[in-house]
């Protein structure tokens, strides 16, 4: 069951007109949620993040944080998995075709829901491998835009590579993944990048410094040279559908000794015991 404009209805119900914006120019933002036992993960950040995306792109926010929050509760009673993964949309609605901003036009909202698989054991066990290129796109990764063609198309050179994700570098430096935050480790500390324009703020970058700074593991958010990416002892994508991966092959070359490392293996456990926690008494960090 998913949810459009005011309705809940099966999937193959829902229709789009062709004229919606998000459709003609790839006007609009979005949202990822994880839902584990029925229960949004971080939902406040979420809808934190939505809000700074839709200021963005100057899109009034259709709900209050109150009716999202209700809509993803009805959303997630009417679809069947304990754990799910929630996409929300809005664009900026239905209108003839043209560049500028409409008057008087109702934003289009809908929201769908599928099961959230954890990463496969072997995967977790293994690690990863990743490729990297340049980082070819605009100057503000920081909104959750619809518009991925970029994204798309990076992402799509991993698989063709056999690999899971695409590590990106702008002039010397790395940003993100093409759908994950990166974090290095270098000297035992955990490297991350830190939030600006080049990147997009991820809601488990968040909780992986957090955890990192509650359990005192040596961490520094700075600029990451693509040199000390490519020598790091080892690298970690994160993101709310993948949690915390390790990616063990970068190029096609090891990353340290090729094998999931001692500060993976420590935030994966955390991870792990902070949703638990999270999930049963709904406590914060510390
Ligand atoms: N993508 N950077 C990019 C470019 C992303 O697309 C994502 C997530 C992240 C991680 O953010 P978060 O931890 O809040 O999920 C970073 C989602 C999952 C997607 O587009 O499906």
């Given at each position: ?5 005011g309705?809940?209805?099966p999937i ?18 979005y949202e990822?949620?994880p839902?584990?036992?029925?229960r ?11 809000q700074?995306?839709?200021d ?5 926010n259709p709900?209050?944080?109150?009716h999202?929050?209700s809509?993803?509760?009805q959303i997630?009673?009417r679809?069947?998995?304990e754990d799910?993964y ?6 900026r609605?239905v209108?003839?075709?043209d560049?500028a901003?409409?008057?008087?036009v109702?934003p ?12 496969p054991?072997?995967?977790l ?10 980082d ?13 063609l970029p994204?798309?198309?990076?992402r ?6 056999g690999?899971v ?10 940003t993100?993944g093409?759908a ?15 939030k ?14 957090e955890?990192?700074?509650?359990h ?8 990451v040279s ?8 080892e690298?970690?994508l994160t993101?709310?559908t ?6 063990t092959?970068?190029d096609?070359k090891?990353?340290?000794d090729?094998?999931?490392g001692?500060?993976f293996?420590l ?10 926690t999270?999930?049963?008494?709904a406590?914060s960090i510390?």
């Amino acid at each position: 069951m998913i949810y459009l404009n005011g309705d809940f209805m099966p999937i193959e119900e829902a229709r789009i007109p062709v004229l919606d914006r998000g459709f003609i120019f790839g006007d609009g933002v979005y949202e990822v949620i994880p839902v584990y036992s029925r229960r949004p993960f971080r939902l406040a950040e979420h809808l934190l993040r939505l809000q700074d995306s839709l200021d963005g792109i100057r899109l009034l926010n259709p709900h209050s944080n109150e009716h999202w929050s209700s809509l993803v509760e009805q959303i997630i009673a009417r679809n069947e998995s304990e754990d799910q993964y929630l996409y929300l949309h809005i664009t900026r609605g239905v209108a003839k075709r043209d560049h500028a901003f409409p008057k008087g036009v109702m934003p289009t909202v809908f929201i769908m829901s599928n099961p959230l698989l954890a990463p496969p054991k072997e995967l977790l066990a293994s690690g990863v491998s990743a490729i990297t290129t340049d980082d070819n796109r605009w100057l503000r990764c920081d909104i959750k835009a619809i518009s991925l063609l970029p994204n798309v198309l990076l992402r799509q050179m991993a698989v063709d590579a056999g690999a899971v994700e695409t590590v990106l570098l702008r002039e010397g430096f790395m940003t993100e993944g093409a759908a994950s935050n990166i974090f290095v480790v270098k000297n035992e500390t955990l490297l991350a990048p830190p939030k600006n324009h080049l990147m997009l703020p991820g809601i488990t970058y968040d909780v992986v410094l957090e955890l990192a700074a509650a359990h005192k593991i040596p961490n520094e958010v700075r600029t990451v040279s693509e040199y000390e990416m490519r020598t790091a002892q080892e690298l970690l994508l994160t993101s709310s559908t993948k949690e915390i991966m390790p990616i063990t092959r970068l190029d096609g070359k090891p990353v340290g000794d090729g094998k999931p490392g001692p500060m993976f293996a420590l935030l994966y456990q955390l991870y792990q015991n902070y949703k638990v926690t999270v999930m049963r008494d709904a406590v914060s960090i510390s």
